[in-house]
């Protein structure tokens, strides 16, 4: 398969079943400042594709099993995963607002973890920085419900019709 074409279908996949995500880990005792991380997870009950991502693309495969039903689960994160994104970027068409949040997040953390380099153990991010990291992830998941808002009415509409 070509580049181009494994990229486009990639993309087709993320754009149907996945989610891309900012993590925010809880503070540990080591740590001074709390973590947080891009990840792209795609669901699908179908362990080949979830395989074929994994061999292209890196990440993680896993499986589950709960009351009889199953799932497999493609994990990839911080730059893998925005390796993944940039790749798919062309391709996709429903989630390219997410992936511009994303990308620019992951990009923007690289640059500020760079700077911590050579320093020993954990370094506590500024408050600036922290805050910006909960500005973008509140920005990611407000994005997401662009796409849900209409699956949330109940209301049920009904056409009635004229006696001819």
Wanted: hydrophobic residues 35%.
């Amino acid at each position: 398969m070509e580049n181009e074409t494994l990229y486009a279908y990639a993309a087709g996949i993320f754009d149907g079943e996945g989610y891309v995500d900012i993590y925010k880990a809880s503070i540990s005792k080591a740590s001074k400042s709390p973590s947080f991380m891009l990840r792209v997870i795609i669901s699908q009950k179908d362990g080949l594709i979830m395989k074929w991502l994994e061999d292209n693309f890196g990440g993680h495969v896993l499986y589950s099993s709960r009351n009889g039903t199953y799932i497999y689960r493609w994990d990839i994160r911080s730059k893998r995963a925005l390796n993944f994104l940039k790749l798919i970027y062309p391709f996709v068409q429903i989630k390219k607002k997410q992936l511009d949040v994303a990308i620019e997040f992951e990009e923007r953390r690289g640059t500020y973890l760079e700077t911590l380099k050579g320093f020993q153990g954990f370094r506590r991010l500024s408050d600036e920085e922290i805050g910006w990291r909960e500005k973008m992830s509140q920005k990611l998941k407000s994005l997401k419900k662009e796409y849900v808002s209409y699956t949330k009415s109940s209301s049920r509409t009904t056409t009635k019709r004229k006696n001819v």
